[in-house]
């Protein structure tokens, strides 16, 4: 079935550093790629998402870069700050079976902390 | 900036009691999923609903889980006989189109269910 795999599931570095999360996904017929950042308690929040028509999208400090044919998604935030700490989470459109139903298969999570 | 919204935040019930989870999508949404997730691992798709009939199910969705939109603006998620395992996060989930098409998937802020 459809899989997800998330790496490293913690990080820890320092503030203003970079962090990249890295994720593979085993349906080649994906083709959108979310990233949530999840804090404590709290809903998943797209922060950004990524189309199977293009290799990368950057927003500010956060960036999202795709290899289709490696089924390897990546996301780079830069300069991080510690309001970035939280649990992030990639997923994938699982658009295996019948029809088209957008359903989302998440990675395991990374726990990203940003120290002062 | 509308949200979609979930009742109760936290509920209690004891093991074999029937549970209602209840969802108000945004308002001009087609697609409706529930997620869940439990303490410290990843989000898991349960089922994805449109045009008032379930598109797709994971093998979590067993015949212990029903889902309804029973008026204009909810969407329920109910479990019939609740078991210990059932204790997670239930998130609610709307999107405008399906993932793949243009849209993201917004999320609820959760309910916490805790069977006793």
């Known amino acids: 079935g459809e899989n997800v795999e998330q790496h490293p599931s913690t990080l820890s570095v320092q503030e203003g550093d970079s962090a990249v999360i890295k994720c593979t996904y085993s349906d080649s017929a994906s083709n959108y790629f979310p990233w949530y950042k999840q804090e404590l308690g709290k809903r998943p929040q797209l922060i950004i998402d990524i189309r199977s028509n293009v290799g990368e999208k950057k927003d500010q400090r956060i960036a999202v870069t795709l290899n289709k044919t490696a089924k390897h998604f990546s996301l780079h935030i830069t300069e991080t700050q510690p309001e970035d700490s939280a649990v992030y989470f990639c997923a994938a459109s699982g658009e295996g079976g019948s029809g088209n139903t957008g359903k989302l298969i998440f990675g395991q999570g990374t726990t990203l ?3 002062p | 900036e509308p949200e979609v919204t979930q009742t109760p935040s936290h509920q209690v019930t004891q093991m074999g009691q029937e549970v209602i989870l209840r969802c108000v999508p945004i308002s001009n949404h087609l697609y ?4 869940r997730q439990i303490l410290g691992q ?3 798709f349960l089922v994805s609903f449109y045009n008032n ?6 093998e979590i969705f067993d015949d212990q889980f029903s889902v309804e939109r029973p008026d204009g603006s909810n969407f329920t998620l109910k479990i019939r006989s609740t078991k210990l395992e059932d204790s997670a996060m239930y998130f609610c989930a709307s ?4 993932a793949v098409s243009y849209n993201e998937q917004f999320f609820g802020p959760g309910t916490r269910l805790t069977v006793l």
């Open chain 2, 42 to 44: 990843k989000v898991e």
């Open chain 1, 113 to 115: 902390q940003v120290k």
């Open chain 2, 53 to 58: 009939e379930i598109s797709e199910k994971s």
């Open chain 2, 32 to 35: 409706f999923y529930w997620y």
């Open chain 2, 95 to 98: 999107s405008a189109y399906r």
